[in-house]
């Protein structure tokens, strides 16, 4: 039970920080969301289960809400809060904003540190062999050349790293990394050992040190996971003696189901296992004894052995493409379900995989342990153990995909989503498998492990409800977690309106590309800033050229510059009293930041329905289909209330924002399913036109 002492705390913290702000206005829902955190962790409403899930609309304070709920609980238990973000945006908020604000504020004594997930820091050995090499572009380390102007990038990031003025970590470099040049350097679980002493310095070892000391965690999604995968309290503290703060939520079931996916090329691989044979003759050389030759005989055969099962695959796709590419380049096995051949070929190849995996991680072991007793000098050592980590990375990942592949289909669960493609104009094929469900790992792993959990999100409900996010995040139903939905702050009836002009034409006819080109003029006359959101990248391009060509209109387009360019210009012409239009996809009506004049326009084409087009979301329609289901309203209807609140969500951030929403489709009232749509959005003042 949540004590008498700990409340009066969380009061008297609430009233330090409301004095020191200027023209702070109390707030009903986050006084209820500190209180229901509170309680909820203090196990009140359930010993065993101390989880609640909320939805928080925008405005509603939930940052500060979870970090009063849970720290003064955390601290007087001797727990740990572990705070995870989906964006380095809200990670870089709460460790420059709000918890240091907190922390002036609440008087509590705590430290806290942003640790982000190992390949997102440079390893400095990597970097240190880099620019040392005299010709960058034949290096182990990249896959492709480098240009001058990357080499030169790479000696200022070395320069920078050595004299302290980069942390080390990719989100702080102020330009774009190309990914061939961060792969190189990045950290990786095989080569960057703390017991070397050239990774003692290394910017993920560094920031490392903090975690035992923190007392409060900033963490990503995927680090949570990979702690999460290793057992838990590897990388992380011992989940059974955290809180877990899971902010913006709703990407976790998604995150988890790509962390838990598997890729691997065929003709690729036999490629970099043949230079994996050349690497262990290297350190064969290296060693002071012989006692690593064994290893290295047994390890050549093995590699020899799958080289050949890969072979056999690579031949038995090549000759049966018609078969499996006659249309497509993508080929999906219904229900999971492999070929017998081939089930016996992905057991043979996870078994063998496996096997090269634990040799070439022995001999990786003991090329360490030679250096740390001194039996080798770190600097022969290291070139090697770089490109060794390198080929340990596939090989787990190798392992890994065919172990997926030839597992037996699960009678409890939904099958594994598993494909074949061709890639490089039809010399290799690419493998995939992921996880349809991916809850009863959320569940195995850390709900049931965790001393405390908060889920919260703008957009954790669809059509009003939790059960869609319940189910994808592994919670059953009545297992006492606590639901709560605490709705903005914001006045919407005298902000905002809501408008559905009376077109005829609906989105799925062929006319609508026409009906949006004849509407949108109108609707983008005389208008400080405005959003347009299109459901399909060609679409609107088909829209942009004709308002250019037909009304002369200055538009600023997705994908013809990076989005900041983009957001940049916008904002300089809204600034300048200019109309400024935006044309966005999908990815602009989620993390988009523009209050006040920036936006004041928001047209929504349609509903963005997701077409169901790639294998994993084909294979969850079919399985839903075969237990007698509707994947359209199960599925696809959910996801896209969820989406469609989101966007609406791009036109009020603050409380001093006002505008309009236009949505250009009429399935909202023409549709059972739409009107459930529009009754979950916000309670904007809404004019529909008939």
Not at 9 to 38: C, M, W
Not at 407 to 415: N, R
Not at 444 to 469: E, I, P, Y
Not at 544 to 563: I, K, P, T, W, Y
């Amino acid at each position: 039970m949540l004590s008498d002492q700990l409340k009066q705390q969380i009061r008297k913290i609430y009233r330090h920080i409301s004095d020191s702000l200027d023209g702070f206005t109390p707030r009903p829902s986050q006084n209820q969301l500190v209180a229901e955190i509170a309680k909820t962790l203090a196990g009140d409403y359930d010993k065993q289960q101390r989880m609640i899930v909320i939805e928080a609309g925008t405005g509603t304070g939930k940052s500060l809400a979870y970090l009063l709920g849970s720290i003064p609980y955390a601290l007087r238990h001797n727990k740990k809060v572990i705070i995870s973000t989906a964006t380095v945006a809200l990670q870089e908020q709460l460790i420059h904003k709000d918890l240091p604000f907190f922390s002036k504020h609440s008087k509590l004594e705590f430290e806290y540190c942003l640790l982000k997930g190992r390949q997102r820091y440079c390893c400095l050995s990597k970097l240190d062999a880099l620019v040392h090499q005299e010709q960058l572009s034949f290096s182990a380390l990249l896959t492709q050349k480098v240009t001058k102007g990357q080499e030169a990038k790479l000696h200022e990031m070395h320069k920078k790293l050595l004299n302290g003025s980069w942390a080390g970590d990719r989100d702080s470099w102020p330009d774009p990394i190309e990914d061939h040049l961060w792969s190189a350097i990045e950290s990786d679980k095989h080569f960057c050992v703390r017991g070397l002493a050239a990774h003692e310095d290394c910017p993920f070892h560094r920031a490392r040190e903090f975690v035992e000391t923190a007392d409060v965690l900033v963490i990503n999604h995927s680090l949570l996971l990979a702690d999460l995968e290793l057992g838990g309290g590897k990388i992380l503290p011992p989940t059974e003696d955290c809180i877990f703060v899971i902010d913006e939520a709703h990407h976790l079931p998604d995150v988890t189901r790509d962390f838990s996916s598997a890729h691997a090329t065929v003709k690729g691989a036999m490629d970099w296992l043949e230079k994996l044979q050349k690497l262990s003759n290297k350190f064969c050389s290296i060693f002071t004894s012989n006692r690593s030759a064994g290893v290295t005989f047994e390890l050549h055969d093995r590699i020899e052995e799958l080289k050949k099962e890969l072979k056999q695959l690579y031949d038995w796709l090549n000759t049966n493409q018609d078969q499996f590419f006659h249309k497509e380049k993508l080929y999906r096995f219904e229900h999971g379900v492999l070929p017998q051949w081939l089930v016996r070929q992905s057991e043979n190849l996870g078994t063998s995989s496996g096997k090269v995996f634990k040799l070439q991680r022995k001999l990786h072991d003991a090329l360490l342990n030679e250096v740390k007793e001194g039996d080798v000098k770190h600097t022969k050592a290291e070139p090697l153990l770089t490109e060794s980590g390198f080929f340990l990375k596939r090989l787990e990942n190798l392992s890994r995909l065919w172990q997926m592949m030839g597992s037996p289909l699960p009678k409890s669960k939904a099958p594994d989503a598993r494909w074949i493609e061709t890639i490089h104009e039809g010399k290799d094929f690419l493998v995939s498998s992921s996880p349809l469900e991916v809850g009863y790992f959320l569940a195995d792993r850390l709900w049931s492990q965790c001393a405390g959990a908060v889920l919260c999100s703008a957009t954790m409900t669809a059509l009003n409800k939790f059960d869609h996010f319940r189910y994808q995040a592994g919670l059953e139903a009545n297992d006492g977690t606590q639901y709560l939905k605490v709705d903005s702050p914001f006045s919407y009836q005298e902000k905002a309106v809501l408008r559905l002009p009376a077109l005829t034409i609906e989105p799925t006819q062929e006319q609508f590309t026409d009906t949006l080109i004849e509407t949108l003029p109108e609707l983008l006359k005389h208008t400080g800033a405005s959003l347009v959101l299109f459901a399909s990248y060609w679409q609107m391009e088909a829209v942009a050229d004709a308002l250019r060509e037909q009304h002369h209109f200055s538009l600023l387009v997705q994908g013809e510059a990076s989005r900041s360019a983009l957001l940049t210009l916008h904002k300089q012409k809204c600034d300048n009293n200019e109309p400024s239009i935006l044309f966005g996809t999908q990815s602009f009506s989620e993390g988009l930041d523009l209050p006040g004049h920036y936006l004041t326009n928001l047209v929504i084409t349609k509903i963005p329905f997701a077409v169901p087009t790639s294998p994993v979301e084909q294979a969850q329609a079919e399985f839903i289909k075969s237990k007698d289901g509707n994947p359209f309203l199960t599925l696809t209807v959910p996801e896209a209330s969820k989406k469609l609140a989101q966007a609406c969500g791009r036109l009020l951030r603050k409380e001093s924002d006002h505008g309009i929403i236009t949505i250009l489709d009429r399935r909202l009232i023409s549709k059972a399913y739409g009107k459930s749509m529009l009754n979950a959005l916000p309670p904007f003042k809404r004019h529909i036109e008939y």
